[in-house]
């Protein structure tokens, strides 16, 4: 059988609508954007008055340190309790390694050593918490590094060695606390209030200064560290006289943290906005405060703060000021290479940051989509607006583009001058023309 030509099979299929012809530099329309769907909860809580609305949107900070507060500090300091805490013993004495293995099973760690001078570096170090001879039955301290290991570890260890028959050691001390830092906790707020201020000079960029450039951020960032750490050691050093000495090592050591924290909460700000202050106070108050290592070493902490105390901002800083200070605790490296970290964690999420938050905004902006906070803030405005109105009428005001007017009203915009006089003429100009009040509205 015949096939059918092309031009009979083209007269047999069925006929499509022709399109109309699009005019030459006519663009077709863009498809408008879906509309925002607003929930019932959040049409309803547009109906508050607006300076109810934005309380009740700000209402999750109390509610973010309550939690935090619980969670992390009554959590971590409720019951501090030793665990695998190390101790260093000289020679080959096991006497006192066997009571406390019996007496108090899985809190303490001991290590042996061949030199008693190593051990004591270790302790002054912090890398053992106390050091014991046998052969000379002394305890070897260091109340500098940490003052309640150098408290509680020997006074535990004498109730040992003397409940299982012994004399009681002598106590030695390494590296004796300066009277105006009796109990040690001098490294811990000054650490607690270099945290503070990187992360709230930070924040506050993040909360307020989106558009700017990382420049201008960056500028800021540097220049608030190094006015909050000459103010921070200023007041603890020569006004208030917790530490003595060592003014610019302790500038330049808080100027470097306070920046890589402001660096990293900057980035951070890019992500998650006007919230930024719950990701800042997690990483540099909640979790650094218990895991620093000020308060009760990682010896006496819980998980997962003894874990943290390995990559905290706190217990860096700690053993940095201690260090400069009392030359105890492990040197300066550990805390640089943490300090790098940090900051360079921060330069990469600006990098990204940024970037994704110009996509976000203007898919916001295209879309038109807002947010409860802005709603909120518009009628908190407009409301505002209105009141100013209000109380400007009261008082015989008026607002105008140009500035506030004075309203004449009809029962006072007459005087002793409505007649006019030689030198100062009539109420409305030096003609003594019939006045023409307006009645305002």
Known sequence: MAQPSAQEQARQAPRQPSRPARRPGREARPTPPPKQHIGRYRRWYATLHPSLQLIGLQLWMPLFFIVGFCLCYVFAFHAPHPHDVPIGIVGGDRTLVSAVQKALPGEYLFSSYDSLARAKH?????????????????????????????????????????????????????????AYDEYGTVAMYVMLAWCIGGYMVAMFIGIMGGPLR?????????????????????????????????????????????????????GLSYFVGRFIAAPAMICFVFLSMPSSGGAYPKWFMPEPFAWLNNVVVGSSMVDMIKHQLYGVGPGPERGLITMGCYAAAGLVLMFLGKKWWERR???????????????????????LGRERDAELQRNGLISTETGTLQVLRDDDWEDERAAGDVFTGGRDGLENEPLNPRRQP
Do not use: C
């Not at 951020?217 to 007041?235: C, H």
């Not at 905004?361 to 409301?383: S, Y």
């Open 122 to 178: 270790d302790v002054v170090a912090g890398t053992i918490a106390v050091a014991y001879d046998p052969s000379a039955n002394e305890l070897f301290k260091a109340s500098a590094h940490q003052f309640q290991v150098a408290s509680l570890v020997p006074a535990t260890l004498t109730a040992v060695l003397t409940g299982a028959g012994l004399a009681a050691p002598r106590v030695t001390e390494l590296a004796p606390l300066p």
């Open 361 to 383: 905004r203007i898919r916001a902006i295209v879309t038109g989509r807002t947010t409860m906070f802005q709603d909120a803030n518009t009628a908190n405005r407009e409301f």
């Open 214 to 266: 990382h420049r201008t951020r960056m500028t800021v960032i540097v220049t608030g560290g190094l006015v909050i750490s000459l103010i921070t050691n200023t007041l603890a050093g020569p006004v208030v006289g917790a530490i003595h000495g060592h003014f610019v090592p302790l500038v330049l050591i808080a100027w470097g943290w306070i920046v890589a924290i402001g660096l990293a909460v900057n």
